[in-house]
């Protein structure tokens, strides 16, 4: 008969994984003001490059940008590095929606933030398509019932179609990183569980680029896996607090990101007649400047503002964001054919200022009451029926 000597008690905690404080209550209704103020500044990017910052000859007609605006041209030129924060900011506020939910409840949350708003604005798109082909003008999308339909599921690139809306394609990136994070859901969603999923599918999506498969280029999402994996490892020290596992996961993260930021930047290359290229460079520092500001605004001090306007003006960046190109362009385009004396910068801010006004009156009416009732329906509808509704078994009477 052999004994066996009890195994030593644990005077304190593993120091690898568990965290350093208390986690943070989940608080699903609690909004990171300076969080927000970052995704207003993503979408004033991408805004600052489709009016300022494009490279097409003759944008804006008779004016050319390199020419008429050199400066805020050449600064533009870098805004469309707003797309990788918003990737990276998505990492950090779906792994908040994520946490203390069930994927039902998550994907409720998900269609009810996405939908509504993009509806109205593709509905919206297709009625000044509509009216401009009365006027007797060609209009700039196509307004066929199929390709309406097919954009009104958000997913109009794998169906083939044209998007209604230009920036659909960030939408559909978005999404697929929703199921994969709906994934680790289903399997639970843990401390360490995510961590040892963003390691594995920073891993996956590096096997995926050397097999050039496209199967795992579509599911992994290998360009932008870098951008959401450091945005949920900033989220974790938010939460749990800051370690020296989730500053390996980051650094891990942003190493693989910056290394694959030079297809992005070689994708803006710009002719040499129309300026200097953005440098890979310039884009790599902008970027982190951006992961240091979301590092400050999450788990760091400036974690604490809670000030209404900046929670206001990141309500007000989806929509902004869905319609600035689509309809805020073509109104500019309209100041410079009714008053081309008044010059191109007026015209740019008149779009702007249409956006951003439009917004608001979307936020409003669109997001405050339609998506709020069908968030309300949804929610009771993940409920069976009670007895009483239930239909009798067939046979019985």
């Known amino acids: 008969m052999s004994t066996q000597l009890p195994a030593p008690a644990r005077t304190g905690p593993a120091p690898a994984l568990l965290p350093l404080r208390p986690p943070r209550p989940a608080a699903h209704g609690a909004r990171l003001a300076a969080v927000d103020a970052l995704r207003l ?28 605006l050199p400066v805020l041209h050449r600064i533009s030129s870098y ?11 998505s990492g950090f506020a779906i792994c908040m929606s994520c946490w203390g939910r069930t994927p039902a409840q998550f994907a409720v949350s998900r269609v009810t933030r996405l939908f509504p708003l993009y509806w ?27 390709t309406s339909l097919g954009n009104l599921t958000m ?14 394609w960030t939408l559909w990136v978005e999404a697929r990183f929703y199921l994969l994070m ?34 795992l280029e579509e599911i992994l999402l ?11 490892a900033l989220y974790l020290m938010y939460r749990f607090g800051p370690n020296l596992m989730l500053w390996l996961l980051t650094g891990f993260a942003w190493c ?4 694959l930021l030079g297809e992005r930047v070689a994708e803006h290359a710009v002719p040499a007649d129309r300026g200097d290229s953005p440098g890979w460079a310039v884009c ?36 902004f964001y869905l319609v600035h190109q689509s309809l805020g362009i073509p109104v500019a385009r309209g100041v410079i054919k009714v008053a081309p004396g008044l010059g191109l910068l007026p015209a740019v801010l008149a779009g702007l200022l249409f956006s951003l006004l439009l917004s608001a009156a979307l936020h409003h009416v669109v997001d405050r009451r339609v998506a709020v009732r069908l968030r309300h329906r949804l929610t009771a509808s993940l409920d069976p029926p009670p007895p009483d509704r239930l239909l009798p078994a067939p046979g019985r009477t």
């Open 79 to 89: 805004g469309w590095l707003g797309v990788e924060a918003f990737f990276l900011l």
């Open 120 to 146: 109205a604005v593709v509905a919206l798109i297709l009625g000044s398509g509509a009216v401009a082909a009365l006027g007797g003008l060609e209009p700039s999308i196509p307004t066929d019932l199929r």
């Open 41 to 68: 500044l993503a979408a004033l990017a991408v805004a600052a490059y489709h009016y300022l910052g494009t490279p097409t000859p003759d944008f804006w007609g008779r004016f050319d940008l390199p020419q008429a």
């Open 182 to 215: 709906a994934v680790l859901m289903l399997v639970g969603l843990t401390y360490r569980r995510t961590i040892a999923f963003c390691f594995l599918w920073l891993t996956l999506a590096a096997i995926g680029r050397e097999l050039h498969s496209a199967v």
């Open 222 to 232: 290998p360009r932008y896996a870098g951008l959401f994996v450091a945005g949920i």
């Open 256 to 259: 693989y990101t910056l290394t």
């Open 284 to 319: 790599a520092a902008l970027l982190t400047a951006f992961l240091a500001a979301l590092a400050l605004a999450g788990p760091g001090p400036l974690g604490r503002l809670r000030w209404r306007t900046l929670v206001y003006a990141g309500a007000l960046t989806y929509p």
């Open 155 to 168: 997913m109009p690139g794998p169906l083939g179609l044209e998007a209604t809306d230009g920036v659909a």
